[in-house]
């Protein structure tokens, strides 16, 4: 897999969230997207109406870059915490953030600020667009990470996906995930 080191230092994330079940998440998570796209996407872009406060900022920062999956259970890491939770279809929850890099300005009602880890970041390049996101997201967890052992996750740190482009269903739609390291 194509893989980078980018550098992060002093990001948060604006976003908007949502609490979903470890077992609802393959489900869940797309449905949230289809919500922030009507909600955001669709009036603006589409319907070319004015942005509200909350519109607006998520224009301003980019919401829909990133997503963040945070979680409150101590002591883990998104490699682990993912395979054990969506492994057994866990009904503990995790938090769900369609988000981009906080730039400054206004935080309107719905979206949250979320500080991540600061320091050293494995951005993963998938191949094959939003179509192979899932392939090659459990690939990168169960086959290529393990045969990687100088990455190590951060231990109580999120884990990020990262999307560009707008046209998800193009082939060469760039996405993938991101990792924060150890130093």
């Known amino acids: 897999m194509k893989h980078e080191i980018v550098e992060m230092h002093d990001v948060q994330i604006i976003g908007m969230s949502k609490e979903i079940a470890f077992c609802k998440g393959q489900e869940e998570c797309p449905k949230f997207w289809g919500e922030y796209v ?3 996407i669709k009036p603006v872009v589409f319907e070319k109406k004015a942005p509200d406060a909350f ?15 945070t979680c409150d259970i101590p002591n883990h ?3 682990t915490c993912a395979d054990v939770n969506f492994g057994t279809c866990s009904n503990k929850t995790f938090t769900y953030v369609i988000g981009g890099i906080y730039k400054g300005g206004n935080v309107p009602e719905g979206l949250q600020l ?43 740190a999120s ?20 990792m924060p390291l150890e130093d």
Not at 55 to 69: H, K
Not at 122 to 143: N, S, T
Not at 162 to 167: E, L, N, P, T
Request: hydrophobic share 40%; with cysteine.
């Open 159 to 178: 884990f990020m996906e990262w999307y560009k482009g707008a046209d998800i269903q193009a082939p060469d739609y760039e996405c993938g995930v991101m």
């Open 77 to 79: 890491n998104c490699m």
């Open 114 to 156: 979320f500080p991540i880890h600061s320091g050293k970041w494995l951005k993963i390049h998938f191949e094959g667009g939003m179509k192979a996101f899932q392939q090659q997201y459990q690939m990168f967890f169960k086959e290529w990470l393990p045969q990687h052992p100088e990455f190590r996750c951060v231990t109580n």
């Open 55 to 69: 519109q607006q900022a998520a224009f301003e920062n980019e919401v829909g870059e990133f997503a963040l999956c």
């Open 38 to 40: 009507e909600k955001v």
